[in-house]
C-alpha cells in the first residue's frame, strides 16, 4: 500500500500497522505452496519488490527534491517498509535467535538506537526553523503597508529582525542564540533549569549531548554495514537480505535529514554503496548522488540544511537586507514597489513554512513516529530474542 493512501487518513498508525501485517501475510499464503520455507521466500520477495518501488516513488514523485512534501514522502516510505519489516520478524520469530542471524539481528538494533538521538536532533532542528520562521513574520508586520506609509521605523524593525535572523541562521558552532529553547526528547516533556532566553549554545535536547556529533552518529550508523556473504544468507534463510536492506533504507533516511535539517555537527561525507544486486540499490543511490550535488552547489555549500523551504528563507532574507539597505526616505513608487514585491514572495515562503512545519500534517509529528516506530520494533524483538522459544 503506498504511503500517500494513508496521508491525511482518520486511521490510526497501530490500525495501521496491523493491516499491513495482516495484508502481507494474506498475500504471502495466497501463493502457491504451502511449505514454510516457501512462503518465507515469497514474503522476502515481496519485501525487497516493495521496497523498490517505494522508493522508485521517491525518485519520480512530483514533489521537489528535499521540499518538505518531499521529507514527508520519504518517512511515509520508510514508515511503510519498517511496518513491513516488522511483519518479517514477527512471522520468523523462531529463527532471530539462531546463529549466524542473532548477529544480524542484534547489530540492526543497535543501529536503531543510534538512530533515535538522530530523530532527537532532527526535531530540534525543526524547532530552531519555526524560529526562523517567526523573524520574518515581525520582517512581515513591520513592512505591511496596507494600512500606513512605510517610514524608517518600520524599515528599522525589520532591519533588526533579518539581522537576527542571519545571525541565527549560522552554523551553530558560531551562532549566538536568540531564542528560549526547550530541553526535551521523543516522549517527554521536561524544562532546562539552566535554560536562558539568549545565550550560545549548541544542542536543544538533552537527548543530544553538546559533544554529540549528527556525522559521527551516521559514521556509527554506517559502520559494518556490507551486505552479507552466500553462506549466511543460506544459514538465515534469506532473513539477512531482509536486515540489510531495513539497515541500509534505516541510514539513508537519518543521511537525508541530516542534509535536509539543521542538526548539530552535520556532515554529508559518508561512504554509501549498494551492489547492483539490490533492486532498490538503483533509487536510493539516485536520490544520494542528487542530494550530493545539491549540497555542492556554490549557494548551498554553507547552508544550515539542504531543505529547500530553508533554500528560499536565506534568499528571501538576504534579497531583504538588500533591499532595506538601499532605501531612502521618502519612499519613491518604484521603490515601494519593489518592497511590496519582496513582501509578498517573503509572505509565500512564510505560508509555505506553517503548512509545512504547523499545518495539518506537521513534519515533527512525522519525524515522531519514525522514532517510535524504530523504538516498538527494536522493543518487539529484542523480546522475541530473550523468549526464542515462545510460541508463535
Known sequence: MPATDYQGSSVPFGALGRSIMSIRRDQVHNMEGNHDSSVQEAELELFQKQVTERFQSLVSCNEELLSLPWIRHLLDEFICCQEEFRAILFNNKSHLSRPPMDRFIGE???R?????DV?????DGIELIRQWEKYLEIVLTALDSNQRTLGEGQFRRAKKALTDLTIAMLDEKDSTAVIGHRNRSFGRNTTNKDSRPHGHFRSLSWSVSRSWSAAKQLQAISNNLTPPRGNEVMATNGLAVAVFTMSSILLFVMWTLVAAIPCQDRGLQMHFSIPRNFSWGASIMSLHDRIMEESKKRDRRNASGLMKEIHQIEKCARHMTELADSVQFPLTEEKEADVKQ???????????MKDGLDGLDPLERRVREVFHRILRNRTEGLDSLSRPNHPE
Open 342 to 352: 519582496r513582501v509578498k514572495e517573503l509572505a509565500e515562503v512564510c505560508e509555505t
Open 119 to 123: 530523530c532527537n536532533a532532527i526535531r
Open 108 to 110: 540492526y538494533f543497535e
Open 112 to 116: 536503531s538506537v543510534k538512530s533515535l
